[in-house]
């Protein structure tokens, strides 16, 4: 109980409580003023506590949660036993980085586009000073 006192759900608290209340005044709001005529208001007198009910089940459910602790991790249950030979152990992957080629991309031989080759030489100016701006490429 003593993790339910803390300052982030004592605020919790509070605001279930005024939320709570307040959807339930709207509710009989809507109640007073379907009683006076306004149809429309009928749905909206079904609507409010409705509202409040959802509050109240998230607030339980985040109790329930929060009391409930971590969950410890527990022993593994063991697969059926099936007909054949027991498979390998598997091992854990292990991710390794991605390597990036530094070469060019065209193969050897190949006739580069003009525009191309002028673009990817900006694209290196552009590389080899970082604080230099667009307007500052010479070529």
Known sequence: MKRLRTPAWIARHVAMV????GFLGLG???????????????????EWPVFAGFVVFLWWR????????????????APPAAAGPEPAPTTPVVRRPVRVSRVPATPAGAVEDGDLAAYNRYLSWLN????ARPGDYPG
């Open 18 to 21: 005024v939320l709570v209340v």
């Open 28 to 46: 009989w709001w809507q109640v007073t003023r379907a009683a006076e005529g306004n149809t429309l208001s009928f749905g909206y007198a079904i």
């Open 62 to 77: 985040e109790v329930r949660h929060a009391l409930r602790g971590p969950r410890e991790p527990g022993p593994t249950p």
């Open 128 to 131: 080899a000073n970082p604080g």
